[in-house]
């Protein structure tokens, strides 16, 4: 049985015009190449009646606070993708997160992640401030999101002032990244003789390879 992947845009603007929702294609992209399935949702969405108000109409489904949660706890894996803001995740994505962790047992059984982070500032300046050998809980979890427990982290630093190739060169990473999360998932569920893990069947194999599609490109953070 196929894990249940759920890629997160929590970028507060669900515009597909932005770079996090290509990023979220790619990653798609990824799973869709190893012939699984993956949903997405997106936290700009989720509307609130002040901002349903004034937002302009985007073609997305209109998506609840409720429904996201539920998605989120009933998902296997998750791809978290959001730009850095004030040091941390956005505001929006970490209380959706942090109503997931108040609604169930996260914190003792995270959910496993791969999290892809843009920042304006090199990724490289953005590290220095994670120090892994400090003790504090923001230092164990400086994006402040709640109940996920992190296999991958991916920062994409200097994002606005990124060349086109550059931008296409993370695109294709994220898919990368994607593949692997599920080629990871694959092999953990194979069944074991011995302690060696039974390889896939060749339908299966020809499968993944068959199903590669490329991501749509966007160039704005």
């Not at 692997?180 to 953990?188: E, G, K, L």
């Amino acid at each position: 049985m196929e894990s249940r992947f759920l890629i997160v845009n929590g970028h507060p603007d669900p515009s597909g015009r932005r770079y996090c929702a290509a990023l979220c294609e790619a990653y798609a992209a990824g799973v869709r190449s190893r012939g699984w399935s993956a949903e997405r949702i997106d936290v700009g969405a989720i509307l609130t009646q002040t901002s349903m108000r004034s937002q302009e109409p985007s073609g997305l489904p209109l998506l609840t606070a409720e429904y996201a949660v539920n998605k989120i706890r009933e998902a296997d894996h998750l791809a978290i993708i959001f730009p850095l803001w004030l040091g941390a995740a956005p505001h929006t994505l970490q209380l959706l997160f942090d109503s997931v962790a108040r609604v169930t047992n996260l914190r003792q059984a995270p959910v496993a992640a791969d999290l892809v982070v843009t920042m304006d500032m090199p990724a490289l300046l953005y590290r220095t401030h994670i120090d892994p050998h400090r003790k504090s809980a923001a230092t164990r979890n400086p994006f402040y999101l709640q109940g996920y427990r992190s296999d991958h982290s991916t920062l994409i630093g200097s994002v606005n002032v990124m060349a086109q190739t550059e931008r296409e060169r993370w695109l294709a990473e994220v898919q990368a990244i994607a593949g692997r999360a599920v080629d990871r998932d694959v092999a953990a569920r194979r069944p074991s003789v011995l302690g060696w893990r039974v390889p896939l069947s060749l339908p299966v194999w020809l499968k993944q390879r068959t199903s590669h599609r490329e991501p749509r490109l966007a160039s704005r953070h």
